[in-house]
């Protein structure tokens, strides 16, 4: 019903927003990422999503589209509600929590306060197909699975250098590099290390 709200901004908080359209202030309710990106001017746009309950009507505003979509597609999930789906979007960026659905990464989801085991699967579950159709995210196979980091890390380990150490460093490399050789993670490692 409503899809933005563009006025002058008149309060701002870390978890809503006031903006004043023609006399009328509008009460937003907006998640940290929302908040760190709107800037200290005047008029501020705001893309909106308004939720109609039996005991409140409430409006969620978003910086941007996608953020607004990834909102749509968490409380689509069973067991996300509103400030559920806010929560994640406070503790990732719309970015983040897309491509952890699309790798299927269950502990980045998890981190989430609030978000279990079994929440964090369904949300995999419910979203990754259509995470991956809507914003064409690269299929990539998950991050648990990748035998060349394994054979890496052992590798490692047999030169002496500790589990944990090694698998913090080569856990980050391969994150950007995910197809990497088993011979240039370790030499990556090592520069590293």
Do not use: W
Not at 105 to 117: E, F, M, R, T, Y
């Amino acid at each position: 019903m409503i899809t933005h709200i563009e006025g002058k901004l008149t309060e701002k908080n870390p978890t809503d927003v006031v903006i004043d359209c023609n006399g009328v202030g509008y009460l937003l309710n907006i998640s940290l990422h929302t908040y760190s990106q709107i800037p200290d001017e005047e008029k501020l746009k705001l893309y909106t999503h308004f939720q109609v309950r039996e005991d409140a009507q409430t409006l969620y505003g978003f910086a941007s589209r996608i953020e607004r979509e990834i909102f749509r597609l968490l409380i689509s999930v069973s067991g996300i509600g509103a400030s559920t789906a806010r929560t994640m979007l406070s503790s990732l960026s719309p970015m983040e929590v897309k491509e952890a659905i699309a790798r299927e990464d269950v502990a980045k989801i998890q981190s989430i306060k609030g978000i279990g085991l079994k929440t964090a699967q369904r949300v995999i579950v419910d979203l990754r197909d259509k995470v991956l159709k809507l914003y064409e995210v690269e299929e990539s196979a998950p991050l648990t699975g990748n035998t060349n980091k394994e054979e890496a890390l052992s590798a490692l380990e047999v030169l002496g250098y500790s589990k944990k150490q090694s698998e913090r460093v080569i856990d980050r490399f391969v994150l950007d590099n995910p197809d990497a050789s088993v011979e240039l993670i370790i030499k990556e490692a090592l520069k590293n290390l």
